[in-house]
């Protein structure tokens, strides 16, 4: 099992629809988890951290499940410039042992 | 500031050739991070460092070395270059970890390696 997997999509959504991605982790140690955003042929860019409570940043909300070992990304209002692959990214306790998930793909189409 | 920034953008290599990938940040981090990315697949670490003079191993450190001489300098070196070796290369920095809290890694623009 990966220790850190997600579906690879493509999710092919329009313009103003929501969508959810979920990832899930085998480590049940982890302490830090966070979605990182990667546009095509360019680096990944944080795009927000993950915690307990759950937390939203404007149209984006991120659910972390700890008894069942999952992280979620919610989009709402889907627009183009969404269109990238986000990864999942869920760190051990100390040391740097980070681990990205292979990402998924969202394509928003007009 | 420009951030992380990574040369070449681009490289073919020969097999059983060596080049050395070059990593800088002007941000005064501490950690740096050597991450390559295969099609399809997840960022791997190769080696990170916690400061000038200190680095150690990640998950896939076979082929590769490095060196931390200062703080914003962070190169990665190919010795003998192998097919397998053919991916995405990319440099990262951080500020330290607060207490096992989340920290934000800034990635350079990547490297894209070709071994043939």
């Known amino acids: 099992r990966k220790e850190v997997e997600q579906d690879p999509g493509p999710f092919n959504v329009p313009e103003g629809a929501t969508v959810a991605f979920n990832c899930t982790y085998s480590?049940?140690?982890?302490?830090?988890f966070f979605w990182y955003r990667q546009d095509c042929r360019k680096e990944p860019k944080l795009l927000m951290s993950v915690y307990s409570s759950g937390n939203e940043d404007g149209r984006f909300t991120a659910q972390l499940n700890r008894a069942s070992q999952y992280i979620s990304l919610l989009i709402r209002d889907s627009k183009l410039s969404d269109s990238a692959t986000y990864l999942c990214v869920v760190k051990g306790t100390g040391g740097f042992k980070t681990i990205f998930g292979a990402g998924t793909r969202l394509f928003v189409k007009a | 500031n420009a951030g992380v920034t990574q040369t070449p953008k681009f490289r073919i290599l020969k097999i059983g050739q060596s080049m050395t990938l070059q990593c800088a940040q002007d941000m005064n981090h501490n950690y740096m991070y050597w991450y390559r990315q295969d099609p399809g697949m997840g960022l791997k670490l190769i080696y990170y460092s916690v400061g000038a003079g200190i680095t150690d191993k990640g998950e896939v450190p076979n082929g590769y070395n490095v060196s931390r001489s200062t703080t914003e300098d962070f190169p990665l070196r190919l010795e003998l270059a192998a097919p397998s070796q053919t991916s995405v290369y990319f440099c990262a920095s951080s500020t330290p970890p607060a207490g096992g809290s989340s920290h934000e890694q800034y990635f350079g623009p990547g490297t894209r390696l070709t071994v043939t």
């Open positions: 480590n049940s140690a982890s302490q830090s």
